[in-house]
Nanobody, 134 residues
């Protein structure tokens, strides 16, 4: 059974930094790409970024590219999201997700959206709230 547990988020001032982690279990973590998503009230589920299984390729949504960094430690079954230069618009509930097999990058996000619409959250963490405000 897939389990993904995000670390506690928190509150940070604009311009600040925060690192989220995601502990994975119940599957062979090193074999799967992973995606970070976020849910903004009134705006639905947004893609944050993607990381290949071996950590060799990342892609990011345009508004976070250059500010956010996704990384992983396959030996520890951990996924990370380092966020810097945070803006109020980054306020959201952040989720890590195990990607469906065979996808890459933005396509994984589209497939995860489909899972959400089907009520299938088996490959998702419970989410963690990040609030950026002064």
């Amino acid at each position: 059974q897939v389990q993904l547990v995000e670390s506690v988020g928190g509150w940070v001032e604009p311009g600040g930094s925060l690192r989220l982690s995601c502990a994975a279990s119940g599957f062979t973590f090193s074999n799967h790409s992973m995606t970070w998503l976020r849910r903004v009230p009134g705006k639905g589920l947004q893609w944050v970024g993607y990381l290949r299984s071996n950590g060799g390729r990342t892609t990011y949504e345009d508004t976070v590219d250059g500010r956010f960094t996704i990384s992983r430690d396959n030996a520890k079954n951990m996924l990370y999201l380092q966020m810097s230069g945070l803006k109020t618009r980054d306020t959201a509930k952040y989720y890590c997700a195990k990607d469906p097999d065979g996808c890459a990058g933005y396509v994984c996000y589209l497939l995860l959206l489909a899972e959400e619409k089907e009520g299938n959250f088996g490959s998702w963490g419970q989410g963690t709230q990040v609030t950026v405000s002064s």
